[in-house]
T-cell receptor, first 114, second 111 residues
């Protein structure tokens, strides 16, 4: 089965521009998560979708970040306008249910804002 | 809130044993998970401890002591391919989809 796919793998944009990251979860996984790792620090939770609904978006840093999951399949994360501090690796993960041990991550999108 | 502390880097030679400690402070606890991430790759689930004690999976073992709020990941017979970042993580009791991760430990294996 295909894993969690993220696109693009790398993105370099200028401050003030807009970037949209995409995540395709494992087929059939209702749960989709976005995480971010900034500057070698911890991997931090951004939000959690159950199908197309936002279950928890407590980790979204501010209103420049917009996540969507129309139709409950793939998800997008838009940053508009991007700031320097948004640079980092954005990870997506998915799970079928409430597996206590964790879920399957994608390889991430490395975002650099210059 | 929750916080997890782990060393930033560990260096060891091939064939050696490395122990990565993780101390945590949580308001509640489902268990301690460990992930491995190679540079540019996806974090990959390694191990999970729900109960106190040792869990062994091949060359890797994980240990948990709830009374000490402490766990560790033990990497044995180190190989060059074990060079990666290792993260401990706990699940948020109030939001089951949310994991709290440590900052990661970079393991460098030298010949």
């Amino acid at each position: 089965e295909a894993g969690v796919t993220q696109f693009p793998s790398h993105s370099v944009i200028e401050k003030g521009q807009t970037v949209t990251l995409r995540c395709d979860p494992i087929s059939g996984h209702d749960n989709l998560y976005w995480y971010r790792r900034v500057m070698g620090k911890e991997i931090k939770f951004l939000l959690h979708f159950v199908k197309e609904s936002k279950q928890d978006e407590s980790g979204m840093p501010n209103n420049r970040f917009l996540a969507e999951r129309t139709g409950g399949t793939y998800s997008t994360l838009k940053v508009q306008p991007a700031e320097l501090e948004d640079s980092g690796v954005y990870f997506c993960a998915s799970s079928l249910g409430t597996e206590l041990y964790g879920y399957t991550f994608g390889s991430g999108t490395r975002l650099t804002v210059v | 809130g929750q916080s997890l502390e782990q060393p930033s880097e560990v260096t060891a030679v091939e064939g050696a044993i490395v122990q990565i400690n993780c101390t945590y402070q949580t308001s509640g606890f489902y268990g301690l998970s460990w992930y491995q991430q190679h540079d540019g790759g996806a974090p990959t689930f390694l191990s999970y401890n729900a109960l106190d004690g040792l869990e062994e999976t091949g060359r890797f073992s994980s240990f948990l002591s709830r009374s000490d709020s402490y766990g560790y990941l033990l990497l044995q017979e180190l190989q060059m391919k074990d060079s990666a970042s290792y993260f401990c993580a706990v699940r948020d009791l109030k939001s089951w989809g949310k994991f709290q991760f440590g900052a990661g430990t970079q393991v460098v294996v030298t010949p």
